[in-house]
C-alpha cells in the first residue's frame, strides 16, 4: 500500500460556481486524490505585521513538529523492532488511527481556544510541542540505557572466554589465594594457539611455578588457563602474555559470587522490561501528542496565509488532498492550471497554454513579501502545503 501525501489548500470562494469541495475534486480527479474538509476556525487576526510574523514563527515551529514526529517514529520503529505493523498500531491520535484524525480533523476548543491572541496559540503549541518532545527524549533514553545494561550482564553470561562472568566458571579451589608470595592469574588464549602457551608460559618471565597450567574452561574460540607464579614478577608475566595477544582476566572469589550475579541479571532484565512497556506507552502518547499539535500548526498556517494573500473580508474554502506522492504531482499540476490566474502575473503561460514555472527572482520577492512559498521552494498562486508521516 502507497504511503499517504496530504496536501492542505485554501482557496478565496469568489472563485467557485459551486460547492467548493466538489469543484476542488473535480479539478484534483478522482483517481489523483480524495478532497476532504478542513475546517478552519476564525482566529483573531491582528495586524498586517503581526500576521507576517506569525507565518515567520509558524514556519519554525512546523520545522519542528516535523522532526518531533519523526523522532517518535524512529524511537517506536526501534522498540518494536521494525516490525511496521506492530508500529502502526502505535500511531493513534485522540483514540483513532492517524489517516482517520485527520480525515475528520476539528480544531481542540477546550485546549487551544479560538479566541486568544494568534501570539499566543502560537506560544502553547511551541510549548506542549517541547514538553512532549522531552519526555519521549528522556524515557526513550532511559530505555536504551536499560537494554544496553542488560546487553552488558547477558555477554556476561553467554559471551566467550573474554568477556564473560568467570564466576560460574572459575572453581575457587584452582586458586592460590591468601598466599604472601604468589598467586594465581587467570589467562585467556586463542584456542590454535594453546600449545605455543603450554610449550613457552613458564619461560615468559622469571619465577612462574613450573607445571602450574591448568586447563580451566574451553569454548569454541579460546582456552582459559590458570597459571601460578610469585608475586613480584606478576606484572612481567602479565605483561608478556598481553604481548602474545593472551588476555589475562581479573577474578576474584567471592561467596555467593555465583548466585548474586543470576540476582543481578534477574532484577536488570525485570527493569528492561518494565521501562520498555513505559517507553512503548509513552512512544504512543507522544505520537498522538506531536501529530495533534502538527495538524494544529498546520491550521494556523492556512489561516494566516489566507489572510496575507487574499486579504479581508474572510471568505475562503480549505480542503484537506489525501493522496500518495507518486500522485501530488498531479494534483499539483491540476491545481496550478485551474487556479494560477490567482497569482497574476507570476505565472504565465506558454503557446500551448500550459502554465510556466515563475523566475527565481519573483520567488524571492514573494518570500520576502510574507506570501508563502511552496514547499519545495517554489512560489504557488493560492495557499498550499505539502506534508507527509514517517
Same mark, same amino acid.
Given at each position: 500500500?502507497?504511503?499517504?501525501?496530504?496536501?492542505?489548500?485554501?482557496?478565496?470562494?469568489?472563485?467557485?460556481? %459551486?460547492?467548493?469541495?466538489?469543484?476542488?475534486?473535480?479539478?484534483?480527479?478522482?483517481?489523483?486524490?480524495?478532497?476532504?474538509?478542513?475546517?478552519?476556525?476564525?482566529?483573531?487576526?491582528?495586524?498586517?505585521? +503581526?500576521?507576517?510574523?506569525?507565518?515567520?514563527?509558524?514556519?519554525?515551529?512546523?520545522?519542528?513538529?516535523?522532526?518531533?514526529?519523526?523522532?517518535?517514529?524512529?524511537?517506536?520503529?526501534?522498540?518494536? %523492532?521494525?516490525?511496521?505493523?506492530?508500529? =502502526?498500531?502505535?500511531?493513534?491520535?485522540? %483514540?483513532?488511527?492517524? %489517516?482517520?484524525? !485527520?480525515?475528520?480533523?476539528?480544531?481542540?476548543?477546550?485546549?487551544?481556544? +479560538?479566541?486568544?491572541?494568534?501570539?499566543?496559540?502560537?506560544?502553547?503549541?511551541?510549548?506542549?510541542?517541547?514538553?512532549?518532545?522531552?519526555?519521549?527524549?528522556?524515557?526513550?533514553?532511559?530505555?536504551?540505557?536499560?537494554?544496553?545494561?542488560? +546487553?552488558?550482564?547477558?555477554?556476561?553470561?553467554?559471551?566467550? !572466554?573474554?568477556?564473560?562472568?568467570?564466576?560460574?566458571?572459575?572453581?575457587?579451589?584452582?586458586?592460590?589465594?591468601?598466599?604472601?608470595?604468589?598467586?594465581?592469574h587467570l589467562i585467556v588464549v586463542p584456542t590454535n594457539a594453546r600449545k605455543d602457551f603450554i610449550r613457552s608460559y613458564e619461560t615468559l618471565a622469571p619465577m612462574v611455578v613450573p607445571r602450574s597450567s591448568i586447563q580451566v574452561a574451553q569454548d569454541d574460540e579460546f582456552t582459559l588457563f590458570a597459571v601460578t607464579t610469585?608475586?613480584?614478577?606478576?606484572?612481567?608475566?602479565?605483561?608478556?602474555?598481553?604481548?602474545?595477544?593472551?588476555?589475562?582476566?581479573?577474578?576474584?572469589?567471592?561467596?555467593?559470587?555465583?548466585?548474586?550475579?543470576?540476582?543481578?541479571?534477574?532484577?536488570?532484565?525485570?527493569? =528492561?522490561?518494565?521501562?520498555?512497556?513505559?517507553?512503548?506507552?509513552?512512544?504512543?502518547?507522544?505520537?498522538?501528542?506531536?501529530?495533534?499539535?502538527?495538524?494544529?500548526?498546520?491550521?494556523?498556517?492556512?489561516?494566516?496565509?489566507?489572510?496575507?494573500?487574499?486579504?479581508?473580508? !474572510?471568505?475562503?474554502?480549505?480542503?484537506?488532498?489525501?493522496?500518495?506522492?507518486?500522485?501530488?504531482?498531479?494534483?499539483?499540476?491540476?491545481?496550478?492550471?485551474?487556479?494560477?490566474?490567482?497569482?497574476?502575473?507570476?505565472?504565465?503561460?506558454?503557446?500551448?497554454?500550459?502554465?510556466?514555472?515563475?523566475?527565481?527572482?519573483?520567488?524571492?520577492?514573494?518570500?520576502?513579501?510574507?506570501?508563502?512559498?511552496?514547499?519545495?521552494?517554489?512560489?504557488? =498562486?493560492?495557499?498550499?502545503?505539502?506534508?507527509?508521516?514517517?
Amino acid at each position: 500500500m502507497a504511503p499517504a501525501q496530504y496536501i492542505l489548500v485554501s482557496l478565496p470562494l469568489r472563485v467557485f460556481d %459551486d460547492d467548493p469541495l466538489k469543484s476542488l475534486a473535480a479539478t484534483v480527479g478522482r483517481d489523483n486524490g480524495e478532497v476532504l474538509p478542513y475546517p478552519v476556525p476564525s482566529f483573531k487576526i491582528g495586524t498586517l505585521d +503581526a500576521l507576517v510574523q506569525h507565518a515567520d514563527d509558524l514556519t519554525k515551529l512546523n520545522g519542528a513538529c516535523e522532526a518531533a514526529v519523526a523522532k517518535v517514529a524512529d524511537s517506536l520503529k526501534g522498540i518494536l %523492532d521494525g516490525d511496521e505493523d506492530l508500529v =502502526a498500531q502505535q500511531k493513534i491520535v485522540n %483514540d483513532k488511527p492517524t %489517516d482517520q484524525y !485527520l480525515r475528520s480533523f476539528q480544531w481542540n476548543k477546550l485546549r487551544y481556544r +479560538a479566541d486568544r491572541p494568534l501570539a499566543e496559540l502560537i506560544e502553547n503549541l511551541q510549548k506542549d510541542l517541547q514538553n512532549s518532545d522531552n519526555d519521549v527524549k528522556a524515557k526513550f533514553n532511559q530505555y536504551n540505557t536499560a537494554k544496553t545494561n542488560l +546487553a552488558a550482564l547477558e555477554r556476561k553470561q553467554t559471551g566467550n !572466554l573474554v568477556t564473560k562472568s568467570l564466576t560460574p566458571i572459575v572453581d575457587p579451589k584452582l586458586l592460590v589465594q591468601d598466599s604472601e608470595y604468589m598467586e594465581t592469574h587467570l589467562i585467556v588464549v586463542p584456542t590454535n594457539a594453546r600449545k605455543d602457551f603450554i610449550r613457552s608460559y613458564e619461560t615468559l618471565a622469571p619465577m612462574v611455578v613450573p607445571r602450574s597450567s591448568i586447563q580451566v574452561a574451553q569454548d569454541d574460540e579460546f582456552t582459559l588457563f590458570a597459571v601460578t607464579t610469585f608475586k613480584k614478577t606478576s606484572a612481567e608475566f602479565l605483561q608478556k602474555c598481553r604481548e602474545h595477544k593472551w588476555t589475562p582476566r581479573q577474578y576474584k572469589y567471592v561467596e555467593g559470587g555465583k548466585e548474586e550475579e543470576q540476582r543481578e541479571l534477574q532484577r536488570v532484565e525485570k527493569e =528492561a522490561r518494565k521501562v520498555r512497556a513505559e517507553a512503548l506507552l509513552l512512544g504512543r502518547t507522544g505520537w498522538g501528542e506531536s501529530v495533534m499539535i502538527w495538524a494544529h500548526v498546520m491550521t494556523l498556517r492556512v489561516f494566516v496565509e489566507t489572510v496575507l494573500r487574499y486579504g479581508l473580508p !474572510l471568505e475562503f474554502a480549505s480542503a484537506l488532498i489525501r493522496t500518495t506522492p507518486k500522485q501530488a504531482k498531479k494534483v499539483k499540476t491540476a491545481l496550478d492550471s485551474a487556479y494560477s490566474y490567482l497569482g497574476g502575473n507570476a505565472f504565465g503561460r506558454d503557446k500551448h497554454g500550459r502554465v510556466k514555472k515563475d523566475d527565481a527572482s519573483l520567488t524571492s520577492e514573494m518570500a520576502a513579501a510574507g506570501l508563502s512559498v511552496g514547499e519545495g521552494n517554489e512560489y504557488t =498562486a493560492y495557499v498550499y502545503y505539502e506534508f507527509d508521516l514517517p
